[in-house]
T-cell receptor
Framework: KAGVTQTPRYLIKTRGQQVTLSCSPISGHRSVSWYQQTPGQGLQFLFEYFSETQRNKGNFPGRFSGRQFSNSRSEMNVSTLELGDSALYLC??????????????FGSGTQLSVL | GDSVTQMEGPVTLSEEAFLTINCTYT??????LFWYVQYPGEGLQLLLKATKADDKGSNKGFEATYRKETTSFHLEKGSVQVSDSAVYFC??????????FGTGTSLTVIP
């Protein structure tokens, strides 16, 4: 079974641009969540999607948005990039959110650098 | 809101030394607790978990006990190896299925 796949692996953008990141969950997983990882802040929760609906949202500005498609693949978009958006963006999938023993499966992340 | 606080690193230990990484949580309900590990260049992997008070999670020689009275979930290993070098994240999950992660603790084990 293939793991969580994130593309691209690396991205370099300039301030003001926008970017779209992609995540393909493990086959059969319907929940996808996104995290921003920075050295000083650790993992910060962005949002979670389940069956194409956003279920949870973290405390990020509206420049950060996402969506999920019918095949459970998810995209995250950041508009009007700022230098502080430079981070590793991690995607995680799970099969049935809400179960006590549920765990997250993480992708290797997309490293975004904003210049 | 819920949050997780873990000891700051980096931590450097000699091989076969004893490891403790402290983790405490705040929560309005009764969260599930997790330790995730991130090896260089990889995503996070679940190391162990505990879903209720007094549960002990264990895996690969690592252990952590869910202590409700001290709201803690400290990670321990009796004898670390060079291959344990990684970043360790403590996390909680609330009843709404939202995860809260600590800032991570970098561990380096030297031979």
């Amino acid at each position: 079974k293939a793991g969580v796949t994130q593309t691209p692996r690396y991205l370099i953008k300039t301030r003001g641009q926008q970017v779209t990141l992609s995540c393909s969950p493990i086959s059969g997983h319907r929940s996808v969540s996104w995290y921003q990882q920075t050295p000083g802040q650790g993992l910060q929760f962005l949002f979670e999607y389940f069956s194409e609906t956003q279920r949870n949202k973290g405390n990020f500005p509206g420049r950060f948005s996402g969506r999920q498609f019918s095949n459970s693949r998810s995209e995250m978009n950041v508009s009007t990039l700022e230098l502080g958006d430079s981070a590793l963006y991690l995607c995680a999938s799970s099969s049935s959110p809400g179960l006590t023993n549920e765990k997250l499966f993480f992708g290797s992340g997309t490293q975004l650098s904003v210049l | 809101g819920d949050s997780v606080t873990q000891m700051e690193g980096p931590v450097t230990l000699s091989e076969e030394a004893f490891l403790t990484i402290n983790c405490t949580y705040t929560a309005t309900g009764y969260p599930s607790l997790f330790w995730y590990v991130q090896y260089p260049g990889e995503g996070l992997q679940l190391l162990l978990k505990a879903t209720k008070a007094d549960d002990k999670g264990s895996n690969k020689g690592f252990e952590a006990t869910y202590r409700k009275e001290t709201t803690s979930f400290h990670l321990e290993k009796g004898s670390v190896q060079v291959s344990d070098s990684a970043v360790y994240f403590c996390a909680s999950r609330d009843t709404g299925n939202q995860f809260y992660f600590g800032t991570g603790t970098s561990l380096t084990v030297i031979p």
